[in-house]
């Protein structure tokens, strides 16, 4: 007998899915009489052809004709069926109906259960579900352990793993499947270590999935050699062992070693799909394997894997990293204009070359043809403003951010931050830096809010946010120290500087590089202290570039010093000898001085070599209304 309070659950689910859709069922027209086992077999059906509301529809139907009394079989189907439905009313509601059922303690039911919440989200209301159960099965640690890892708490599922593990659980080829990503997203290569021996203890090391599983976590470690082992040791291999090894070559820098797998996997009978051939074209991303990748196209348009929107997308980066956006175009132009990848793609590749107003006017026609906008259309899109400066245009992009509702989105809050920056407006940078809550601010928003304060001329205001960065406990990286030590180079803070340099020296060294040099020899050179600029270039652990050469010539200049003046251009001729601005430089330094005959001499070096000094120009942009 139904009571009045799940005949009020019951009604309210009827109403739920009857709102979902119209579809009728001919199952329960042409079969009024139908057993438990019909009605189970048909919700199955249903679930196996993705039709997850006809599920739900006829588990009500089957309530309402009294007939039989749903079973765990029947529960854990129309629980997966609601785990995939739009509202997540319907699964909670499932769940009340379940308890008052008597399947609170079936093992069968509290799986199926598991999944919906941690599909919903819901770690809370599935670990309370867990730790409720007397008797845990394999596929319930699985399911938590996949769960808290899909969920953005891979430390938890790690937590699990460990209590499986001590309580003695025999884990299966889902568990390895399901630990080891975790532990490649951790780039936790030891816990991974440790799992790898529980596969080999467990003998599941035939299995291929586990197999895969280690080489893709060894991939995310970046430990290649290990990666390899796993590989050479299978007896059998798929597309994903193939892929996976491929990824990772290219994650460790080795594209030569990743495009040669390409013809030995097709020997091992094994064919690339979409996903290996949009990963060996994203390694094609340089000059250095252009041909590699026109190649990879051909054999793409050959296999008909061209007009896959993964290997579109791929294409079109590949060639706009390469510097061939013209050929990016042209492979933009024969797709597919429906789908939002592409479009993204190219806005970025036109942002990589230098023709930010081509990318704005891409996205204007993405608006024209309603193609779908995402995070990553705005996040490709957004540097474009950065690098034009209008302040006018940008606003009115930070209005279109605001309605279409990404300005929850962190990368786009940077974004706009970088912008403002770069527009001069810091008090509306400032703003937006100041709403973001302190937990959220990573070190691409410092970094941004930094660089804006330092570019026009706030050093001081720089430096106290360098200090309240590390204070929050956020770590400087590289852009970060250039940044700073850029704005204290502007604003002429030597001491502040020279102890940003010496700190990082202590706590950072190994993220040192040339252009913190060029900082440092930039800051001293402007205070006048030559002789310390160049000793800072004479003891750099790294051969220093024409950048740093640069600085030191063009403080040379300001202070009409000859002698390091002629050493950096030595340099630089070396270094750049089709660059006029360092040879036109060194004249104006003799010129100084008074050393005409010097500076006539460096202006016939000029013409000798066949250097002409290129003519200055301006630009003016007229709006019209």
Partial sequence: MIGPSLQALVKQQHGVIQSLTKTKLLHTQSSPHQTLLSFNTTIKSFIQLRKFIDALKLFVEMLKSGQCSPDNYTYSSVIKA???????????????????GGFSLDPFVNNSLLAMYMNYG???SARKIFDAEWDHTVVSWNTMINGYFKNRCPKEAMKIFDRMASEGVEPDCGTAVSILPVCGFLKDVEFGRKVHKMVEESDLSKNIAVNNALVDMYMRCGIVNEAKSVFDEMSE????????????????????????????????????????????????????FFKDGQCLHAWAVRQKLDDDVIVETSMIDMYAKCKHVDISFKVFDKISKNRTAPWNAMISGCIHNGIPRKAIMLFKQMQTQA??????????LLPAYATLADLCPAMSMHDHVIKSGFLSNIQVCTSLIDIYGK???????????????EKDK?????????????????????????????????KPNEV??????????????VDDGLNLFNFMLKSYASTLRTNHYTCIVDLLGRAGRLDEAYDMIRTMPFSPSHAVWGALLGACVVH???????????HLFELEPENTGNYVLLAKIYSAVGRWKEAENVRHVMDEIGLRKAPAHSLVEVRTS
């Avoid at 609601?82 to 008052?100: K, Q």
């Avoid at 940044?483 to 803070?493: F, K, Q, R």
């Avoid at 009409?560 to 030595?570: D, P, Q």
């Fill in 442 to 474: 990573d070190i691409y928003i410092w970094s941004v809010i930094i660089a804006g304060y330092g570019t026009h001329g706030h050093g001081e205001t720089a430096v106290s946010l360098f200090k309240q960065m590390v204070r929050s406990g956020t």
């Fill in 122 to 124: 819901d770690k809370v």
């Fill in 560 to 570: 009409e010093n000859v002698e390091f003046g002629e050493e950096a251009a030595k």
């Fill in 423 to 437: 527009c001069g407006d810091l008090e509306s940078a400032q703003k937006f830096f100041s709403e973001i809550p």
């Fill in 480 to 493: 970060t120290f250039t940044s700073v030590l850029h704005a204290c180079s502007h604003g002429g803070l």
């Fill in 237 to 288: 291999r798929d597309v994903i062992t193939w892929t996976s090894m491929i990824n990772s070559y290219i994650q460790n820098g080795e594209v030569k070693s990743a495009l040669a797998l390409c013809p030995l996997m097709q020997l091992d009978g094994v064919r690339p799909n979409a996903v290996t051939l949009a990963s060996l074209l994203s390694a094609c991303d340089n000059l250095d």
């Fill in 371 to 380: 193609i779908q906008q995402d995070d990553a259309t705005l996040n490709s």
């Fill in 82 to 100: 609601a785990t995939n439905s739009p509202l997540r009313v319907v699964g909670i509601i499932l769940h009340g109906r379940m308890l008052v």
